[in-house]
């Protein structure tokens, strides 16, 4: 069983900046891809970014794309998403996810992709 707790969400103007942090319980985080979704109210559950256990390239939406890092620190088992440039569409639920599964190429922005996920974390950006 693994449990991730998603932090760092608030309410920011438009053009600022937020870092949501995602802290995992369990043995299998450095090997495991990490993701963000994020869920506006009335809407899907959406993708956001993803990054791989053990290096490789982040994979990203593009509606966030050169305006959101996603990073991880796996000595703290803690996965984040650096926002800058917030748009009041980026206002949503943001959800962390694991994949405890071995990695796969295919799939990475679907929910079915990701074994566990987050209780979330309001961002609401004003304009």
């Known amino acids: 069983q693994v449990q991730l707790v998603e932090s760092g969400g608030g309410l920011v103007q438009a053009g600022g900046s937020l870092r949501l942090s995602c802290a995992a319980s369990?043995?299998?985080?450095?090997?495991?891809?990490m993701g963000w979704f994020r869920q506006a109210p009335g809407k899907e559950r959406e993708f956001v970014a993803a990054i791989r256990g053990r290096g490789g390239n982040p994979y990203y939406a593009d509606s966030v794309k050169g305006r959101f890092t996603i990073s991880r620190d796996n000595a703290k088992n803690t996965v984040y998403l650096q926002m800058k440039s917030l748009k009041p569409e980026d206002t949503a639920v943001y959800y962390c996810?694991?994949?405890?599964?071995?990695?796969?190429?295919?799939?990475?922005?679907?929910?079915?992709?990701?074994?566990?996920w987050g209780q979330g974390t309001q961002v609401t950006v004003s304009s």
């Open positions: 996810s694991i994949r405890v599964r071995p990695h796969s190429d295919y799939g990475v922005p679907t929910l079915g992709f990701y074994d566990y």
């Open positions: 369990g043995r299998t985080f450095s090997s495991s891809t």
